[in-house]
């Protein structure tokens, strides 16, 4: 008998149809043995539905009401799946985030949790219950409603399981898995058995939309077992643990992500003199711009040249802020572009093989893609490309690296 979390996105439960076909799930596994505790989203389109509302009543909708419209969301989908499992016959009792006393600071649209209380549910638990609690929501000290963000159900769950040591948190969604890469990219794209915490938060970070990146890291951090899965097809889904497909065999690279969220800037001719990237890069920060990658050039006559990359949304400000620093310290020009894509291949394997960031060159120069900027970690290589060869990027680096051939033959430690 397991303590299963069991988190169902919007998609999941977007019509009635949908929360019944939930409910036969949850009571499949209860008839097995297992313990229950079901985390729902808003119906599917629900909360952009309210956020429109709010905007059509005041153009910047103040934090605290903002969080109490949009936590009703949930509380539609726990009382519906609540009724759907009752009428199976099983025992349920739905709980909205300060019910459950998920204490959260007081920061209205992004809180962070910061207790759990686990004895209401604990003693509900054993007398049977399917517990379904409201994903996305709890209260502050003083009772306020709050919520943790968009896509935060995904870190209601977790955190649930965690604090209540369950042994796995399951996140069903549309989608059966965590892929090598994105299948409407590549056909031959494949399902991962097990990848680890850190390769997950890496695609995550990346661009993969699987999960929410901080319930990955709070999965992490706990070590909670994580298992994306389809709520509409039956399977194993992908478990996201603490070792991966860790074997002798351990391939390389797990996964290849990508995206277009990035922007490119260069300040050219800089002096070469100390505090250059401090003067450059503060005050990029202190416009509240978050830079990723960062490189500067050798100098050879005295000086040089600084490329970093930011979101694209923060492309215009971080331009208008970098021409301002060009004309200050008397820099030569100031080059942008944001038709850019980054790609990574990410794999914990990549520590013990030599050679993978060549291996990925080498198969982007068979394509003649002309590599612009390059940044690596012990997990990582990440490149940046013009946005034009992106696909052809990710399709070659997926046969490169053999990312369609499931790892025949790898036995598990
Ligand atoms: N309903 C919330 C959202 O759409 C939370 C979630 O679905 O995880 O962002
Ligand atoms: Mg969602």
């Known amino acids: 008998m397991a303590l299963l979390v069991q988190k169902y996105g919007g998609t999941s439960v977007g019509s009635v149809e949908r929360i019944e076909a ?9 008839q097995q043995g297992d313990d229950i505790v079901v985390v729902v989203s808003a119906m ?15 153009a910047t909708p103040d934090a605290r009401e903002m969080d109490v419209l949009l936590s009703t969301g949930e509380q539609v989908t726990i009382a519906l799946l609540s009724m759907a499992l009752m009428k199976r016959g099983l025992l349920a009792k739905s709980y909205t985030g300060s019910q459950v006393r998920i204490t959260t600071d007081n920061a209205h649209g992004k809180a962070r949790i910061q207790d759990i209380d686990t004895e209401a549910m604990k003693s509900d638990l054993a007398e049977g219950n399917v517990l379904v609690v409201a994903g996305f929501q709890g209260a502050d000290e003083l009772g306020n409603i709050t919520t943790l963000g968009r896509g935060g159900s995904d870190t ?3 955190a649930l399981a965690a604090a209540l040591k369950a042994d796995e948190c399951q996140i069903y969604t549309d989608v059966d898995g965590v892929y090598t890469t994105d299948p409407r990219v590549v056909d031959s794209a494949r ?4 990848i680890t ?17 901080r319930a990955v890291e709070f999965a992490g951090k706990y070590q909670v077992p994580l298992r994306v899965l389809s709520s509409f097809t039956e399977g194993e889904g992908t478990l996201i643990t603490t070792d991966g497909e860790q074997s002798m065999e351990q391939p390389a690279v797990s996964g290849i992500a990508f995206n277009r969220d990035e922007a490119k800037l260069t300040i050219k001719g800089v002096p070469d003199v ?10 990029i920060s202190d416009a509240n711009v978050e830079v990723d990658m960062i490189v500067q050039n050798v100098s050879i006559d005295g000086t040089t040249d600084f490329t970093f990359t930011v979101h694209r949304n923060d492309f215009e400000k971080a331009s208008k802020e970098l021409h301002a620093v060009a004309a200050d310290l008397g820099a030569k020009e100031v080059l942008q572009d944001d038709k850019i894509a980054k790609v990574s291949i990410v794999g914990v394997g990549m520590r013990s093989h030599a050679g993978v960031a060549s291996s990925m060159f080498k198969a982007l120069a068979q394509e003649s893609i002309n590599i612009q900027l390059i940044s690596t ?3 990582k290589v990440s490149v940046i490309i013009d946005e034009k060869y992106m696909e052809l990027a ?4 997926h046969s490169a690296f053999k990312l369609n051939e499931p790892d025949a033959g790898v036995s598990e430690a």
Do not use: C
């Open 44 to 58: 599917s389109g629900e909360t952009n539905r309210l956020i429109e509302l709010a905007k059509s009543v005041q």
């Open 274 to 283: 100390p505090g250059m990237a401090s003067k450059i890069l503060g005050s």
């Open 197 to 213: 915490f850190e390769e997950m938060l890496e695609m995550a970070s990346l661009g993969s939309k699987v999960l929410q990146i």
């Open 156 to 158: 209601t769950g977790v």
């Open 191 to 194: 399902r991962l058995e097990k």
């Open 22 to 30: 939930v409910a036969d799930r949850v009571l499949k596994h209860k």
């Open 394 to 397: 990710v399709r070659a680096l």
């Open 377 to 379: 970690s012990e997990i």
